[in-house]
């Protein structure tokens, strides 16, 4: 068994509780405020510089790493559900900076846990919501494809996973146009 300090253990409920209330929120269709709750719950935790290979490979596989990818993908899928819901189409400057928002945050999540299957899942989903390029959606196909892979996907994560993957893939080889004043000499 794995025992934390009672200081921890403390830190840890107190990062759940929040965690709950976000969830809730969530559930709620309030992504903006679940938003805020899983940011106010990463707070909790110590910080953590994105930049840091060792740092986030020291997380691997422990309870706290997983916490901390939870919260990140969780807010990713907020931010994903934002930028789908935008009045003015995904295709919008505010929908497009809500999927970016998303990429970062699922992409440290799958840093962090690489065999969190939603982590991976959401990375996919916000490199597929970017502004479209060969190399995003080949990313995206990478992403959607590690989801799979992942011990923790469900049968119905598996199976929307393949939907998403089965559009990514037509995209990442339907290539993307020259622009105009691009000229190959």
């Given at each position: 068994?794995?025992?934390?300090?009672?200081?921890?253990?403390?830190?840890?409920?107190?990062?759940?509780?929040?965690?709950?209330?976000?969830?809730?929120?969530?559930?709620?269709?309030?992504?903006?405020?679940?938003?805020?709750?899983?940011?106010?719950?990463?707070?909790?935790?110590?910080?953590?510089?994105?930049?840091?290979?060792?740092?986030?490979?020291?997380?691997?596989?422990?309870?706290?790493?997983?916490?901390?990818?939870?919260?990140?993908?969780?807010?990713?899928?907020?931010?994903?559900?934002?930028?789908?819901?935008?009045?003015?189409?995904?295709?919008?400057?505010?929908?497009?900076?809500?999927?970016?928002?998303?990429?970062?945050?699922?992409?440290?999540?799958?840093?962090?846990?690489?065999?969190?299957?939603?982590?991976?899942?959401?990375?996919?989903?916000?490199?597929?919501?970017?502004?479209?390029?060969?190399?995003?959606?080949?990313?995206?196909?990478?992403?959607?494809?590690?989801a799979l892979k992942c011990p923790d996907a469900t049968p119905a994560l598996t199976q929307e996973v393949k939907g998403v993957l089965?559009?990514?893939?037509?995209?990442?080889?339907?290539?993307?146009?020259m622009p105009e004043n691009c000229v190959v000499s």
């Open positions: 068994f794995f025992f934390l300090p009672s200081s921890e253990t403390t830190r840890m409920g107190d990062i759940e509780a929040v965690k709950a209330e976000a969830n809730a929120l969530y559930s709620e269709a309030k992504f903006e405020e679940a938003i805020s709750k899983y940011t106010e719950a990463l707070k909790l935790m110590p910080e953590l510089d994105p930049d840091d290979d060792d740092a986030i490979e020291a997380l691997n596989g422990k309870p706290e790493g997983k916490l901390r990818a939870v919260l990140l993908a969780n807010r990713a899928q907020c931010l994903l559900q934002i930028g789908k819901a935008d009045p003015e189409g995904v295709e919008s400057k505010a929908a497009r900076k809500c999927f970016m928002r998303a990429s970062i945050d699922a992409g440290l999540a799958a840093e962090i846990a690489p065999d969190y299957a939603k982590a991976q899942y959401r990375k996919g989903l916000s490199l597929l919501g970017m502004p479209e390029t060969q190399q995003r959606a080949k990313e995206a196909v990478q992403a959607l494809e590690a089965k559009y990514a893939q037509e995209r990442r080889f339907d290539g993307v146009d």
